[in-house]
């Protein structure tokens, strides 16, 4: 059995109109439009620092490789020669923890010894998979 102060809130309950709705839909959507291209665009910077930082590591792994065998690996070796030792004379590795990572962007990173700026060369041609470009499309390398 219902009391009369139960009955009477419910019959005074209301929800919410369609237009007070809207509005906060507007004001929800006017602050994903501001507030949205500032964190999307720190994106792209990440991406960028993720590369480098994993070029490094390349690089240490490949100074080991050099301590261990005398040299850099070939270019038509490639970077898996730091993972997967294929008859190389010298080999004590694995030198990385896991297999050779893509770049950020999911593309192979190249690699090319001797390079032409140091004894390897290796870097991502970023998001746009083409060298050159600004942003999220620069070219991340081992020699700068």
């Given at each position: 059995?219902?009391?009369?102060?139960?009955?009477?809130?419910?019959?005074?309950?209301?929800?919410?109109?369609?237009?007070?709705?809207?509005?906060?839909?507007?004001?929800?959507?006017?602050?994903?439009?501001?507030?949205?291209?500032?964190?999307?665009?720190?994106?792209?910077k990440g991406r960028q620092s993720a590369a480098k930082t994993q070029i490094e590591m390349l690089g240490?792994?490949?100074?080991?490789?050099?301590?261990?065998?005398?040299?850099?690996p070939t270019t038509s070796e490639g970077l898996n020669a730091l993972y997967t030792n294929t008859g190389i004379q010298g080999w004590a590795g694995p030198y990385l923890k896991k297999a050779v990572p893509n770049d950020p962007w999911g593309k192979p990173y190249q690699y090319l010894s001797p390079g032409t700026h140091g004894d390897y060369d290796m870097f991502s041609y970023g998001a746009d998979g083409t060298a050159g470009g600004d942003g999220e499309n620069r070219d991340v390398n081992s020699w700068e």
């Open positions: 059995m219902k009391d009369a102060n139960t009955e009477k809130y419910l019959k005074n309950r209301r929800g919410f109109t369609l237009i007070e709705l809207l509005v906060v839909m507007v004001i929800l959507g006017m602050l994903a439009a501001l507030v949205g291209p500032r964190l999307f665009g720190n994106v792209g240490q792994g490949l100074d080991s490789f050099k301590l261990d065998t005398g040299r850099y």
